[in-house]
């Protein structure tokens, strides 16, 4: 057989070998198409890479940042234990906030916010020595504290004929029976024209009186 017999092909057979060149052919192309784009894609992979690190150092950044605030924050915050008031020192016990409060050797938080509640229930203070009717105050306690503390005598009035039988009875000074009595002596006989009307009714003893006097107003 001649070799040229080896060249010879069918109508049928020759386009199909054109087809596949064809196909060969565009295989080609499109491989040299994308050719370059997969080598363009290093870059990319570097620039992965980069925004790794940037991460990295972002997180780092950041870290680095919060510390620094937290830093910031503990030295401008107030110091942990409050600064005590020194021997001769001494605060104004109507005027002082609780922070004031817990300058006072022995004065922590609970005390102060207690003192400045009692305070306000009462009206002000009119001696220190009421200081001992807070919950918890005890005579060592308060002989301790005395020395830091000063005071200007105050007193909020309760407008006796006017006041609800709830603001009497809110009163440290007035109970619930005595709120009674003077809300039932108002509505019998009318207003309470002076403290010595109060005097007159059981439910009030002598201490009583003595106690409330600077706390009510008669007009």
């Known amino acids: 057989m001649n070799w040229k017999d080896y060249l010879y092909f069918q109508r049928g057979d020759k386009t199909a070998i054109i087809l596949l ?17 997969q080598t363009r894609t290093q870059p990319e992979n570097i620039s992965d890479n980069n925004r790794f690190e940037a991460f990295i150092a972002n997180m780092k ?18 110091p942990l234990y409050q600064q005590k008031l020194k021997a001769g020192e001494t605060i104004e016990l109507n005027s002082a906030d609780t922070t004031a409060l ?11 916010n207690r003192i400045v509640k009692y305070r306000e229930l009462l009206g002000g203070f009119n001696h220190i020595e009421q200081l001992k009717e807070v919950w918890g105050m005890d005579d060592y306690l308060f002989d301790d504290i005395k020395p830091y503390m000063t005071l200007t005598a105050k007193s909020r009035k309760i407008k006796i004929n006017s006041a609800s039988f709830r603001e009497l009875a ?14 039932d002596i108002r509505e019998r006989k009318g207003a309470i024209g ?13 201490k009583d009186i003595k106690r409330l006097s600077p706390y009510l107003s008669f007009d």
């Open 102 to 112: 817990k300058k006072i050797p022995k004065i922590g938080r609970g005390f102060a």
């Open 21 to 37: 060149l064809i196909l060969i052919l565009l295989a080609g192309i499109l491989y040299a198409v994308s050719y370059p784009k």
């Open 61 to 78: 950044y950041t870290e680095d940042t919060e510390t620094q605030a937290k830093q910031d924050r503990h030295k401008n915050s107030p």
């Open 194 to 206: 002076s403290i010595g009307r109060l005097e007159l009714l059981d439910e009030f003893s002598e």
């Open 170 to 183: 809110k009163h440290p000074y007035i109970n619930y029976k005595q709120a009674q009595a003077i809300t």
